[in-house]
């Protein structure tokens, strides 16, 4: 049975959708659907499939629909499809109002539509590789930098970039957030280009999360401290490293042997790249994550399996970066006395 999909925004991440579609085996693309009837014609021309430019010409013509529409067009884009028991993906983030994010996902529940959301990074050959380890970390750092690109700044680099990150996070740590202390600076605009916040949660876990959308280069990494194994992993090159207890505990037995009370005794005597065990993480490349979450959107509707990302996890990510960002809108830039907060102050003049 084929899997027939609506393409809802004819946008960058529109095309994106609808190319890896079009090449699906056992999968429709039925239509593109844009209110930008030009647009959405160009696309459906593209992969050979109908443009509409109502959401509610489709819905009786396909089994899901996945939503590339700006995030506040989100709820309007998805909602149709929902009301008649269609199961839909969003990009993400889900939404950018919390209320209408629960109402989005109440809704699903009451019509019995799977919904969940476009975290691709999950889908990444690293995220992929990283689930083998069955790591409880104790402490998460993560770097996401990238040039400013100009498509999201109506949003600030939170809500833009450092939600796949804080999406992983939450994955990752498995507990509740306790506290939240996040500094910030704008610099292109009203909204903070620049974030670092402290993430503590109530198992013991501490995550330590920068994004910035200023920088001349990007990188997406991530290391991972935890009691079995440390991780370094590299999200935008497709690598990592895993140095396992298990693996590393004739380091301890070769220093009893030599009656070392200090590891540092060692110093000069043996070579520790040469002695460590460094296991390269196995990276599977042979589909994009973009084809990896169509796939498992697939099975969740045509097989009934458990979605990777379901609704109420994609929105804990927004509810985790509202609160990094009433965070840094709080931080004292001069200290517990002053009276200036949050991000800096736009000079009107430039």
């Keep these: ?17 609808a190319r890896v579609l079009g090449e699906m085996e056992a999968t429709e693309l039925v239509c593109v659907v844009d209110s ?17 430019s109502d959401v509610r010409d489709a819905v009786d013509r396909v089994d899901a629909a996945i939503i590339a529409v700006p995030t506040v067009a989100h709820v309007d884009a998805g909602r149709p499809f929902i009301e008649a028991g269609k199961s839909v993906l969003i990009e993400k983030p889900i939404t950018n109002d919390v209320p209408a994010g629960e109402a989005l996902i109440a809704l699903a529940r009451e019509t019995g539509a799977s919904l969940q959301v476009g975290h691709t990074e999950r889908f990444n050959p690293v995220a992929v590789a990283l689930r083998k380890y069955d790591v409880r970390p104790k402490f998460i750092e993560a770097d996401r930098i990238s040039p400013f690109t100009f498509r ?12 796949h990150d804080i999406d992983l996070i939450l994955n990752l740590a ?23 916040a402290r993430i503590l949660f109530d198992n013991g876990c501490v995550a330590n999360v920068t994004a910035s959308r ?20 590299d999200y935008g090159r497709n690598m990592g490293i895993a140095v396992k207890k298990s693996e590393n505990l004739d380091i301890l037995k070769m220093a009893r042997e030599m009656h070392v009370t200090d590891l540092a005794d060692l110093a000069g005597k043996v070579d520790f790249t040469e002695l460590v065990n460094i296991e390269q993480l196995v990276i ?6 973009l084809r990896r979450q169509a796939e498992a959107f697939r099975a969740t509707v045509m097989e009934g399996s458990a979605p990777v990302v379901p609704a109420d996890e994609a929105l804990a ?5 509202y609160r990094i960002v009433a965070a840094l809108k709080a931080h004292r830039w001069d200290g517990n006395d002053s009276q200036r907060t949050g991000l800096g102050i736009i000079d009107e003049r430039t």
């Design 36 to 52: 930008n009837a030009a647009a959405a014609q160009a696309v459906a021309d593209e992969r050979g499939c109908d443009a509409l």
């Design 174 to 196: 498995g507990g509740a957030v306790e506290r939240i202390d996040a500094v910030g600076v704008n610099v292109m605009g009203p909204h903070e280009d620049i974030c670092n």
């Design 152 to 163: 999201s700044a109506d949003v600030g680099v939170v809500l833009d970039m450092m939600i």
């Design 284 to 289: 599977d490349e042979s589909s994009e994550p």
């Design 214 to 233: 200023l920088a001349i280069k990007t990188e997406r990494k991530m290391r991972i401290f935890s009691e079995q194994a440390y991780l370094s992993l």
């Design 317 to 321: 990510a927004v509810k985790v970066a």
């Design 1 to 17: 049975m084929s899997f027939r999909v609506a393409v809802v925004g004819a946008g960058r991440m529109g095309k994106l959708h």
